[in-house]
């Protein structure tokens, strides 16, 4: 026995709706970015008193001198006149560790990840052949020497920062001399003329939020970081020598030659910006709700118009009228799951809103085709369809790899059950 269709004007009126359904789905889409973006404002307000991005630069040495050059007056004559000048000098070793201690800080409904750092670093500076470095030693303002330490945000450092320069304490300034290298940062004047062993050593613990990252100044530089943190995201320029995911997290370490970076041990002025070559460690959730909202949402048009179509081959089955009207709460209720996922996400968790909103909307199409079919077992194609489709999306969005794989032989499969369906239905106006 074959099945005769309805008139096509229907199947094409069915699909007209559930395009039109595409603009509350969009909504939704708008809706997840504006809740997201109220999210990274809760997390700014959150971080912006404990202490932003942390980045440590150096130690370096910053040596002011006078460069003479010759001035022509309006006379003829001429005369010397000077202008000052910074010579960086980096370290020729630098040893350095980590312990970054996550911690989660809650406004309302809103997490913020945030981190405290117990960092410590040894070295020792070189001073360099003052000709080859173009500075003559009798223009060196050698009581205005400083050690500078770069740090992003000051706000974060907590408690003492316990430095020693050639194993004697050393008192710290807030501020940089210039601004060269790096923007912020402490520093303290310290003497090298008649030195030849110029080590240092300090600790200090930082607050900070979503990076810890270092500037390898040192001709050789190593530093290692651990944590209790589960999903490390490293960047920068240069990749982690060993890599290690312990049970209680993680332990990272670097090493990096004077070879791998494109600045020198000693340089006047702005010539280079260091600053641009750093490794570190992101402290973020990786993929949150509101990501997860947004994959299952760019999925609205597969779950409509399949359940649609369930809709439409009952009716052929059945013989039921389904009105346009009927049609549009359907699609209505398949929308709103979105809005029940986002919302219940923000206090449940992404995984148990999955399966809250996935139930209630099923038994809401459920009990809605057993009426507007008359067919219990009508009703019963529909939610096992629906049901499907939400755990195929759920297990889509949780692969990573293969996830257009998984998709796209889930798709295959999809359209060979449509068609096996429809291969008994003759296409024919009344």
Known sequence: MKLIQKPMFKMLSVAVLALLLLIPAGLIQNLIREREYTQENAINEMTSVWGGEQMLVGPYLTVPFDAPYTVTNSDGTEEISYARNYLYVLPEFLNGAV???????????????????????????????????????????????????GISDLRGVEGAFDFEWNEASLPLSSGLVTNDIYW???????????????????????????????????????FSMVSPWAEPNFEGSFATTKYEPTAEGFSAHWEVSHLNRNYPQSWVGKKYTPVNDFFGTEFIKTVDNYSKST???????????????????????????????????????????YTLLLSFSEHIGFNAAYLVAALMTVLMEFFYARSVLGSTKLAAYVAATLTLLYSFIFILIQLKDFALLAGSLGLFVILAGIMFISRRIQWEEE
């Open 99 to 149: 312990d970054v201690q996550p911690e989660t800080r809650k406004l309302g409904i809103y997490e913020a990840v945030v981190y405290r750092g117990e960092a410590n670093m040894q070295g020792e500076f070189k001073l360099p052949d003052w000709t080859k470095a173009g500075v003559d030693p009798k223009y060196i303002h050698w009581d205005k020497v400083t050690l500078n330490v």
């Open 184 to 222: 912020s940062g402490v520093h303290s004047p310290v003497a090298i003329e008649s030195q030849e062993e110029l080590r240092f050593k300090f600790s200090t613990t930082l607050r900070g939020s979503r990076r810890f990252s270092v500037v390898p100044l040192g001709k050789q530089t190593t």
């Open 295 to 337: 994959r299952v949402a760019k999925y609205a048009i597969l779950i409509i118009v399949l359940t649609f179509m369930v809709f439409y081959f009952s009716e052929l089955i059945k013989g039921a009228k389904v009105n346009a009207l009927q049609y549009v709460l359907v699609g209505l209720a398949l929308v709103l799951f």
